[in-house]
Structure formats: C-alpha cells, structure tokens
T-cell receptor, first 115, second 112 residues
C-alpha cells in the first residue's frame, strides 16, 4: 500500500454516461498525475498537477475529459459522454517536490468498463 | 518523442533461475529511469529508481543497470521465486518534464 487511494476501484457504465473518479494523494503539497492503462500496455500519461495548478495535459486528454485538484489536495477525473474506447484502468500517481529521488507512488487504480 | 521498448514481452522460467529483463529508450536525455512491478488488476509498485548519473541500483535480489548513452537498462532478478510472478515495467520521464513514458512491460511467470 503506497498511501495513494482511488475511488471507486471498479466502475461499469453505459455508453454516453458521465463518470467521475477520485484520487487522494499521500500529502497535499506535491505533484499528482493521472495515467490511463489499457490491457497489455504500459500506462499512458494524461495530465498532472503541481498543488492546484494543472501544468500539463496530454493530447490523449480529449475535450470529454476534465481533471481538477481543488485546494491542491484530492483530485477528480471526469469523463463525459463515455465511449467504449474509454474502457481502461485509470491510475493516479503522486510524487514529492524535492522528495526522495522523485519516485512516483501509484494508487490501486479505477477500472472502467463502458458497455 | 520518447519511446520505450521492453523485451521480452513474456517470460516463463522455473523457480531458482536468474533472469534479465531488458528496456530500451530512444531519447537519452533522461534524468532517471524507474522499474515498477504490477500484479494483475493492481496498481504499480516502484522497485528501483536510477538517476542518470548512476550506473546501477540494487535492492535485495534485484539489480538494475543503466547505460544512458546507448539507451538501455536491464533488470536482473536473482534466484527467482513464484512470488516474483508479475508484470515488470520500466519508465522514463518525458524529456524536460515529470510525466513518465512507460514500456509495455514484461510479463514474468516463475514456475514452482
């Protein structure tokens, strides 16, 4: 257990519905990342925050995706009008500004299935 | 654009064997490389992080080496055990950024 928690752990939804995932990092004052992982592949970067500022977004993050990190604490990732291609594991990761060797600590992930 | 490749994609060995997992990356302007372990349906666990100025890191039965100039890293697992069965992923930061670029992983099965 890395101390990074994600909720829910599993989500099944119908195409066209909106879904929201939550990530609670280890500490407030650090960087927080979202990645997406499909079966048999490594995680792909989506976006990251330093405190409450969203500093970078991948081209994978279409207009249907939005992420927030109010007050630099927990973060949410919302997917609007879900598509079957959105089915994947969504992973949150956390590292420390000036922390030990900049290791990224990952949460257990939220597995999304879009029917 | 940084690309990370891992070979082999899958590996099955009997218990007790020493084994080597390979990772290569296209852009050598990295400042560290991480090896992770992922159990089925779970998140990632960091195993080792090698800074660009280092040649290797060791943790227990694991040893990771880094040759930045040739764009290669290896993860050596000594005396493999069934509990080592998992997918092993290597990752490097995007050049000049913090986000990680991952390989597709090596799926390891250690037979008792």
């Amino acid at each position: 257990d890395t101390g990074v928690s994600q909720d829910p752990r599993h989500k099944i939804t119908k195409r066209g519905q909106n879904v929201t995932f939550r990530c609670d990092p280890i500490s407030e004052h650090n960087r927080l990342y979202w990645y997406r992982q499909t079966l048999g592949q490594g995680p792909e970067f989506l976006t990251y925050f330093q405190n409450e500022a969203q500093l970078e977004k991948s081209r994978l993050l279409s207009d249907r995706f939005s992420a927030e990190r109010p007050k630099g604490s927990f973060s949410t990732l919302e997917i609007q009008r879900t598509e079957q291609g959105d089915s994947a594991m969504y992973l949150c990761a956390n590292d420390f500004i000036a922390g030990p060797q900049e290791t990224q600590y990952f949460g257990p992930g939220t597995r999304l299935l879009v029917l | 654009k940084q690309e990370v490749t891992q070979i082999p994609a899958a590996l099955s060995v009997p218990e007790g064997e020493n084994l080597v997992l390979n990772c290569s990356f296209t852009d050598s302007a990295i400042y560290n490389l991480q090896w992770f372990r992922q159990d089925p349906g779970k998140g990632l666990t960091s195993l080792l992080l090698i800074q660009s100025s280092q040649r290797e890191q060791t943790s227990g039965r694991l040893n990771a080496s880094l040759d930045k100039s040739s764009g290669r890293s290896t993860l050596y697992i000594a005396a493999s055990q069934p509990g080592d069965s998992a997918t092993y992923l290597c990752a490097v930061p995007y050049t000049g950024r913090r986000a990680l670029t991952f390989g597709s992983g090596t799926r390891l099965q250690v037979q008792p």
